[in-house]
């Protein structure tokens, strides 16, 4: 199947409106992100409605400004790939119609791709030299945590997940508690450089069932409690709450893809999400983790964007064609596993 010359790529699956154009090759010509962080700060968190209704507002400005910043037209676009989920349902909604309505109007094929599979598609298509598979894959975001077996790009199987709160959600949460702005993590990993990890211990949560799933809900009760019972006097309290949450919880993503590793026998990791964003969890990696090579996003790719929704569509769209016009729907939750 010949490739196709301009694919554009739409994310919209929770704050972020972004699109991104990619050449036959997957080089990438422009990338556009508008972040409604400002919008959603004074919640603590993101609400579903205003996001939707400032994803409608910029939706076409946002995929104007990528045409113009690729120097092209619309109509050259030859494939549409849109993130259909998991993420909020408005949210998705305006992405996936934006992308219809452009297929349907162009008469090219549409491809649906999985966020959470997109964010190790940014880590691959962030190598610098090719890898060998199977391989290992962890997506740590805002919304999921995962470890993956990656037999190839394209098909998974699933060694654990979180079984309650996700490792970013659990960042924004402790933020909340801390009384930091939206979005947590750079906020507690700016702070953690001033405290000290070992003051308070906290511990992430187990699960009995299968040591590979990770479980944040009681960590992040147990920093709630903490900070409670403290002396509020102490100037460096925040700070070390900051540093000894933020050392317990990426220690334990640490620790479980060493597992992993051991289970599976993998040395290669791709790592993906908007917490890898964190040079601290980088700099654990390479200090506790030298048996593994670990592959990160490239700076813009890791967290939420449109140019790994165009690198993953048109990497499906050469395995199996086709297009998801009539098919496409906006799902809230899609389960991680495909072999
Ligand atoms: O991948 P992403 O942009 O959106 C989702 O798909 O969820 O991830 C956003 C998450 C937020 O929870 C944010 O607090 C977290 O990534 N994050 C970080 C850092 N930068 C962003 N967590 C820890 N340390 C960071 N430096
Ligand atoms: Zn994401």
Do not use: W
């Amino acid at each position: 199947m010949s490739k196709p010359k301009y694919v554009l790529g739409i994310e919209s699956t929770c704050d972020e409106t972004a699109a991104s154009i990619l050449g036959a090759e997957g080089e990438v010509l422009s990338e556009v992100i508008s972040s409604q962080v400002d919008l959603h700060n004074i919640y603590g968190g993101v609400v579903p409605e205003i996001a939707s209704r400032r994803h409608m507002e910029v939706i076409l400005p946002v995929i104007q400004e990528a045409l113009k910043g690729a120097q092209i037209s619309l109509k050259e676009i030859e494939l549409v790939a849109v993130a259909n989920g998991p993420g909020l349902v408005g949210p998705l909604y305006v992405g996936i119609q934006t992308a219809k309505a452009i297929a349907f109007g162009l008469n090219i094929p549409i491809i649906g791709v999985n966020h959470v599979e997109a964010h190790l598609f940014a880590s691959y298509m962030s190598l610098e030299k090719p890898i060998s598979f199977p391989a290992l894959g962890v997506v740590v975001s805002g919304g999921h945590t995962v470890i993956v077996l990656i037999k190839e790009m394209g098909t998974y199987s699933l060694l654990g997940q979180t079984i309650d709160d996700a490792c970013g959600e659990a960042f924004d949460k402790v933020a909340k508690i801390l009384a930091l702005p939206y979005p947590g993590g750079p906020e507690i990993e700016r702070l953690a450089k001033e405290g000290d990890p070992e003051k308070f211990l906290f511990k992430p949560g187990r699960s009995k069932e299968n040591p590979l799933h990770f479980s944040f809900s009681g960590l992040k009760t147990a920093v709630l409690y903490g900070f409670q019972r403290a002396d509020k006097s102490d100037p460096h309290l925040k700070a070390n709450i900051a540093a000894s949450f933020q050392r317990a919880a990426l220690l334990d993503i640490v620790n479980k893809a060493k597992l992993a590793s051991l289970q599976t026998g993998c040395k290669d990791l791709l790592l993906g999400g908007g917490v890898t964003n964190s040079q601290e969890l980088r700099r654990l990696f390479k200090e506790k983790a030298k048996e593994l090579h670990c592959h990160f996003p490239s700076k813009t790719l890791s967290l939420d964007n449109g140019t790994m929704i165009a690198g993953l569509g048109a990497y499906l769209y050469q395995r199996r064609g086709g297009s998801d016009l009539f098919s496409l729907e906006a799902k809230t939750r899609i389960p991680f596993t495909k072999s």
